[in-house]
């Protein structure tokens, strides 16, 4: 089993930023990959952003790519999504995922999730 805590949500105005983080526990060395979604009211989630783990390799949305950053700490089990040049069409539930994804990153499917975050960005 894998534990995934969120943090870092919040309010912030558009063109602002913001740090989540996402803190794994547990039996990660089960899992290869872990993502960044969000789903918005009345949308279906989507993928945002995934690294991972032994090679590092990230992989964005193309709605994301060039704003957001994904990274990770080894030591820590803790993934990060850097998020600049927020707009309000990002105002989502951000929900981080861990699990070896046969079909890839941004399909999954994933096995372990998080709570979620609220992240609001106000025009």
């Known amino acids: 089993q894998v534990l995934l805590v969120e943090s870092g949500g919040g309010l912030v105005q558009a063109g602002g930023s913001l740090r989540l983080s996402c803190a794994a526990s547990?039996?990660?060395?089960?899992?290869?990959?872990m993502g960044w979604f969000r789903q918005a009211p009345g949308k279906e989630r989507e993928f945002v952003a995934a690294?991972?783990?032994?090679?590092?390799?990230?992989y964005y949305a193309d709605s994301v790519r060039g704003a957001f950053t994904i990274s990770r700490d080894n030591a820590k089990n803790t993934v990060y999504l850097q998020m600049n040049s927020l707009k309000p069409e990002d105002t989502a539930v951000y929900y981080c995922?861990?699990?070896?994804?046969?079909?890839?990153?941004?399909?999954?499917?994933?096995?372990?999730w998080g709570q979620g975050t609220q992240v609001t960005v106000s025009s």
């Open positions: 690294i991972r783990w032994s090679r590092g390799s990230t």
């Open positions: 995922a861990a699990g070896s994804p046969k079909t890839g990153v941004a399909l999954g499917p994933y096995d372990y």
């Open positions: 547990g039996r990660t060395a089960s899992t290869d990959a």
